[in-house]
């Protein structure tokens, strides 16, 4: 039974920094891609940041620059680094692993975290 859950979500003003951990449990990380995608009530779901077994990252545009993401393969948990934080920011942030279809940032994937509220004033 696979389970991811996130956690380090929060309220920051603008500029601010706050750090995503997504721990799993019945997944090994080290075999596939991982990724962070956020979702607002007014958007659809949106790829954040991805990264592969080797460690090559990805990033959306929107967010080069500002968000590292990382991931501790002994703790079998990922990570989101999120500095100069901006009020667009603000989503329901989640973690994904087992893509089954597609790029690692924007893919299909089996397994869901439920999801930390991030929210930039």
């Known amino acids: 039974h696979v389970q991811l859950v996130e956690s380090g979500g929060g309220s920051v003003q603008a500029g601010g920094s706050l750090r995503l951990s997504c721990a799993a449990s019945g997944y090994t990380y080290n075999r596939n891609c991982m990724a962070w995608f956020r979702q607002t009530p007014r958007k659809y779901r949106e790829g954040v940041a991805s990264?592969?077994?080797?460690?090559?990252?990805k990033y959306a545009d929107f967010v080069k620059g500002r968000f590292t993401i990382s991931k501790d393969d002994a703790k079998n948990t990922l990570y989101l680094q999120m500095n100069s934080l901006k009020p667009e920011d603000t989503a329901m942030y989640h973690c994904a692993a087992g893509r089954w279809a597609g790029s690692c940032l924007s893919g299909q994937y089996n397994y869901w975290g439920q999801g930390t509220q991030v929210t930039v004033s």
């Open positions: 990264i592969e077994g080797d460690g090559t990252t």
